[in-house]
């Protein structure tokens, strides 16, 4: 259970995203909002804040959306990005549309290609985000993928070895662990999150990623039931799982 911290009202709704400050202080006085089923009337009130205020906090009849620190687990689908500023859709745009005026935002964890699917954690903890991606950390990341032409059998050495060097780059890749499914797919393990760096880990040994789609990052997997554009909201000790390796 997170420590609760104390906020004034009319704050956290507007960091929350119902508004300006303006806005709810508005929607208090009107009397839509209540705190274990009484209504509250102080916009300046002080509230403790932690996981469990979508219990007990109601606007308009409805739970108030969960606070942060907030950790949202998601199934990637195929065609939306990671960014908040390239055109096109967004994974920003999968999430309820008041998420976006949160304070603090919510950024994903690392990025996938907008041409990967799979897990993808979002949150608005910067502390966890980079512990997350930290380079010293080597959280783990498991790959699911398709490749254009059949593996050869030397590839799980080469990206075993610790030596393989991509194009442009000056270190050469950690070492990675490659587990053959059948001709054309492969499960790759890396612990480092260079761009591209699956398809261009392919494209070093002279083969092409047809799909990509990863499956687990440290001790979070993606769940068999959880649909593309699908997302679930990670208590904090679930979320600390991604450190268990
Ligand atoms: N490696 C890639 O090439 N793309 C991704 O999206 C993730 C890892």
Redesign the pocket.
């Given at each position: 259970m997170t420590k609760a911290l104390m906020a004034r009202l009319d704050r956290l709704l507007a960091n929350l995203g119902y508004g300006s400050r303006k806005d709810v202080q508005a929607l208090v006085a009107s009397g839509k909002v209540a705190l274990d089923g009484k209504i509250l009337k102080d916009s300046g009130a002080r509230i403790a804040v932690d996981a469990a205020l979508p219990e007990r906090m109601t606007i308009r009849g409805a739970a108030v959306d969960p606070p942060a620190p907030l950790v949202l687990l998601m199934h990637k689908p195929l065609g939306v990005t990671c960014s908040h500023k390239e055109d096109g859709e967004k994974i920003y745009d999968l999430l309820p549309r008041r998420w976006r005026l949160r304070d603090p935002g919510l950024s994903t964890v690392g990025r996938?290609?907008k041409d990967?699917s799979g897990l993808i954690l979002i949150t608005d903890d910067g502390d966890f985000l980079h512990r997350v991606i930290s380079p010293k950390r080597h959280v783990p990341k498991t790959?699911l993928t398709t490749l254009d032409r059949a593996l050869k059998g030397s590839e799980g050495e080469v990206f075993a070895a610790g030596t393989l060097m991509l194009e442009g780059e000056e270190k050469p890749l950690l070492p990675a662990q490659l587990d053959v499914v059948d001709g054309k797919t492969a499960r790759l393990t890396i612990t480092e999150g260079r761009y591209?760096?699956?398809?261009?880990m392919f494209a070093a040994v002279g083969n092409h990623v047809v799909t990509?789609h990863r499956e687990r990052i440290g001790g979070l997997t993606l769940p068999a039931d959880l649909e593309p554009g699908r997302y679930r909201i990670l208590p904090a000790n679930e979320a600390e799982a991604v450190f268990d390796v």
């Amino acid at each position: 259970m997170t420590k609760a911290l104390m906020a004034r009202l009319d704050r956290l709704l507007a960091n929350l995203g119902y508004g300006s400050r303006k806005d709810v202080q508005a929607l208090v006085a009107s009397g839509k909002v209540a705190l274990d089923g009484k209504i509250l009337k102080d916009s300046g009130a002080r509230i403790a804040v932690d996981a469990a205020l979508p219990e007990r906090m109601t606007i308009r009849g409805a739970a108030v959306d969960p606070p942060a620190p907030l950790v949202l687990l998601m199934h990637k689908p195929l065609g939306v990005t990671c960014s908040h500023k390239e055109d096109g859709e967004k994974i920003y745009d999968l999430l309820p549309r008041r998420w976006r005026l949160r304070d603090p935002g919510l950024s994903t964890v690392g990025r996938l290609d907008k041409d990967t699917s799979g897990l993808i954690l979002i949150t608005d903890d910067g502390d966890f985000l980079h512990r997350v991606i930290s380079p010293k950390r080597h959280v783990p990341k498991t790959y699911l993928t398709t490749l254009d032409r059949a593996l050869k059998g030397s590839e799980g050495e080469v990206f075993a070895a610790g030596t393989l060097m991509l194009e442009g780059e000056e270190k050469p890749l950690l070492p990675a662990q490659l587990d053959v499914v059948d001709g054309k797919t492969a499960r790759l393990t890396i612990t480092e999150g260079r761009y591209h760096q699956v398809r261009r880990m392919f494209a070093a040994v002279g083969n092409h990623v047809v799909t990509l789609h990863r499956e687990r990052i440290g001790g979070l997997t993606l769940p068999a039931d959880l649909e593309p554009g699908r997302y679930r909201i990670l208590p904090a000790n679930e979320a600390e799982a991604v450190f268990d390796v």
